[in-house]
Structures are given as structure tokens and as C-alpha cells.
């Protein structure tokens, strides 16, 4: 079965409001990250979370491994927010990615 | 600057021609990776390399080789493309198995006519 289930697939939001990405992975993965991608962009990374709550301005991640699943706040989106975030588990010198959550701020 | 750099940014070929896909970094990384992003964006690993030693072939058709002349540089090779080639190849850095430093280039798109 699929490693890395994220959802939502896609999120519209209005400027302002917070957005909630999630991401389930299963136990031959560990070491959670987070990308942000733009159109015919690279990736950025976001977060390296491999346990427990991170913060960096509008960003939260959290990973809880027990349950196996990470998730990503954004809060107060603005329009430059817009593009596809990414979940990856690390194992053994490789990442194995979710499909990604495109997320769409609109004025 | 430090950073991973691809090139081409873009190639357009037609099947059965070889192409090849050069990346270098400049970070001090031991590890190097290429990822194939497919036209559903779903992203999945081809290779992984630490210290020029090909760690992970992650099943890739053999059409496709990797070559590592140092730690630094992880070239691609494709010998004889076929329309299924057609995505976006990106390549990354990181130390050792790879954690916070994981960096990726600005990708190279094929197109294959």
C-alpha cells in the first residue's frame, strides 16, 4: 500500500484564514519532512520534523510517530502561500513522498 | 553560492535518442540523489549515492544510468528515452542518509516526441 497518504488533495482559502495539512506515513518510514513547491519550481524545505512540534512564524508541524502521522498549520495564509506542499519519510538514504496538497489562496 | 545545480533546465528529444543530465553541488554534501517527478507531480526516487558508491537503484529501467565522478557531482544518463521518460528530474544533496540539510535543484524537464 501507498507509505505517505496526505490530505487534503486540494484547499481553496481566502486570505486570512488557516489552512491544515495532514499527512499519514507507515512504520518503514521515519524522519518526516515537509516541501513547498511552486509551479515548475524546486522544493524547498519547510520543516524537518522527525517528533514533536516545531514553529516557524506561520508555520506549525507536528509529527507524532506513535500514531504515524505529521501534520502542517498554516495560519493567517496569504496569497504567496499558494503552491503544493509535500510530505516525505526518510529511510535508508532516500524520501518517499505523498502526493502532495495543493493549496489555493485567493484575495 | 551554495546550492545544487542542474543543467539543462529544460530538453526536448525524440525517441530513442540518448540524452544526459549533469548536477553538481556545492554544499559539501556525501550524498546525491535523482528523483523523477511525474506528470501527476507524485515525486519518487531513482538513485541515491553516498561517497561517489550507488547506494539505491530503486528498480529504474536500464536505459537510465548514473554516473559519479566525486562526491560533488551525480550526472544522468538516459541512453535511449522513451515517451514515459517525459518528466521533470530533480536532483538533491544531503549528509549522510539524509535529514534537515536535504537541498534539491531546480529540476531538469524532458520532453520526449
Known amino acids: 500500500g501507498q507509505q505517505v497518504q496526505q490530505s487534503p488533495t486540494s484547499l481553496v482559502l481566502q486570505e486570512g484564514e488557516n489552512a491544515e495539512l495532514q499527512c499519514n506515513f507507515s512504520?518503514?518510514?521515519?524522519?518526516m519532512q515537509w516541501f513547498y513547491q511552486r509551479p515548475g519550481g524546486s522544493l524547498i524545505s519547510v520543516f524537518y520534523?522527525?517528533?514533536g512540534t516545531k514553529q516557524s512564524g506561520r508555520l506549525t508541524s507536528t509529527t507524532v510517530i506513535k500514531e504515524r502521522r505529521s501534520s502542517l498549520h498554516i495560519s493567517s495564509s496569504q496569497i504567496t502561500d499558494s503552491g503544493t506542499y509535500l510530505c516525505a519519510g526518510g529511510s535508508n538514504y532516500k524520501l518517499t513522498f505523498g502526493k502532495g496538497t495543493l493549496l489555493t489562496v485567493t484575495p | 553560492e551554495t546550492a545544487v545545480f542542474q543543467t539543462p533546465n529544460y530538453h526536448v528529444t525524440q525517441v530513442g535518442n540518448e540524452v544526459s543530465f549533469n548536477c553538481k553541488q556545492t554544499l559539501g554534501h556525501d550524498t546525491m540523489y535523482w528523483y523523477k517527478q511525474d506528470s501527476k507531480k507524485l515525486l519518487k526516487i531513482m538513485f541515491s549515492y553516498n561517497n561517489k558508491q550507488l547506494i539505491v537503484n530503486e528498480t529504474v529501467p536500464r536505459r537510465f544510468s548514473p554516473q559519479s565522478s566525486d562526491k560533488a557531482h551525480l550526472n544522468l544518463r538516459i541512453k535511449s528515452v522513451e515517451p514515459e521518460d517525459s518528466a521533470v528530474y530533480l536532483c538533491a544533496s544531503s549528509s549522510g542518509k539524509g535529514g534537515s540539510d536535504y537541498t534539491f535543484g531546480s529540476g531538469t524537464r524532458l520532453l520526449v516526441i
Open positions: 512504520t518503514s518510514l521515519n524522519s
Open positions: 520534523n522527525p517528533s
